[in-house]
C-alpha cells in the first residue's frame, strides 16, 4: 500500500489568496491593504478586549489572544514592521511585544500623533504605506496621519467614520489577525508566511514562549 501523498504546503496559489481578500474588501481597498509595510496598533481595545483587571497593587491581568500573536508573528516573518502605541504605561502590554519582537513600543502616550512620528522614524516607514488599528477618540488623530485606518466594532461612529475598514472581530478576540491575515493577502505575502512558520529559524524561541510563571525573564530588546 503506497504512502499518503502530502497536501502541498501552501495549500493555496498566492493569487488565491488576493481573490480572498479582494472577496472581502474589494479590489480597490485590498490594494490599499496590498500597500502596507507597517501596523500600528493600540493596545486596550485593540490587543485585549479593553477590560482591565485591578489587584491591590494596581494593574494585575490582561488577556491577549493566541490568533493575533500568530498573525503578528506571520506578519514578522513576512516582512511587516510592527509598532504599539498606547496611552497607557503598561508592563503587561510591553512583556508581550517582547515577546512578539516589536519593531517599535509606545507606552504612556496620549500624544499619539507625536509617537507615531517617532514610530515612523525608528522603522523607516512611510505614514502612507502605515496602517493604524484603534479604538477610540484618542486614535483619531494618528488615524488621520496615516495611509489606511482601520477600527473594531466597539469604536465610537466618530471613529468608525474615519476608517477605511471596521474589523468584523472584536478587539482582544481575533481583531489583528483579520487584520494582518488580510495584508497578507492581498500583497501576496501570505504563501511566504506559512513557508517561514515552517522553518525552525523563523520560529519564536523558546524565552519568547516561556510565560510569567515559569520566573524566566522576557527577551530585553525589541529585535
Wanted: aromatic letters at 6%; glycine letters at 8%.
Amino acid at each position: 500500500m503506497s504512502a499518503p501523498v502530502a497536501a502541498p504546503w501552501p495549500p493555496r496559489s498566492d493569487d488565491a489568496y488576493r481573490q480572498q481578500a479582494e472577496a472581502v474588501l474589494g479590489p480597490a481597498l485590498a490594494d490599499r491593504f496590498a500597500a502596507v509595510d507597517l501596523l500600528v496598533l493600540d493596545a486596550d481595545g485593540v490587543l485585549t478586549s479593553g477590560a482591565m483587571y485591578y489587584g491591590p497593587r494596581g494593574e494585575a491581568l490582561k488577556a491577549f489572544h493566541s490568533h493575533d500573536g500568530l498573525g503578528l508573528v506571520m506578519a514578522r516573518v513576512a516582512g511587516l514592521k510592527r509598532a504599539v502605541l498606547t496611552g497607557r504605561d503598561s508592563a503587561i502590554v510591553a512583556r508581550r511585544c517582547a515577546e512578539l519582537r516589536f519593531d517599535a513600543v509606545k507606552l504612556g502616550r496620549f500624544d499619539k500623533l507625536a509617537a507615531l512620528a517617532e514610530i515612523l522614524q525608528e522603522t523607516g516607514c512611510a505614514a502612507g504605506r502605515t496602517l493604524y488599528v484603534g479604538d477610540d477618540l484618542i486614535d483619531v488623530p494618528a488615524m488621520d496621519a496615516v495611509g489606511l485606518a482601520v477600527c473594531v466594532p466597539a469604536a465610537p461612529a466618530e471613529v468608525r467614520e474615519r476608517c477605511a475598514w471596521t474589523t468584523a472581530a472584536s478587539g482582544g478576540q481575533g481583531a489583528v489577525r483579520e487584520v494582518t491575515d488580510l495584508v497578507l493577502k492581498a500583497s501576496g505575502r501570505y504563501g511566504l508566511a506559512l513557508t517561514r512558520l515552517a522553518d525552525q529559524a523563523w520560529r519564536p524561541t523558546p524565552p519568547e514562549l516561556a510565560s510569567d510563571e515559569t520566573g524566566q525573564n522576557p527577551p530585553q530588546e525589541i529585535q
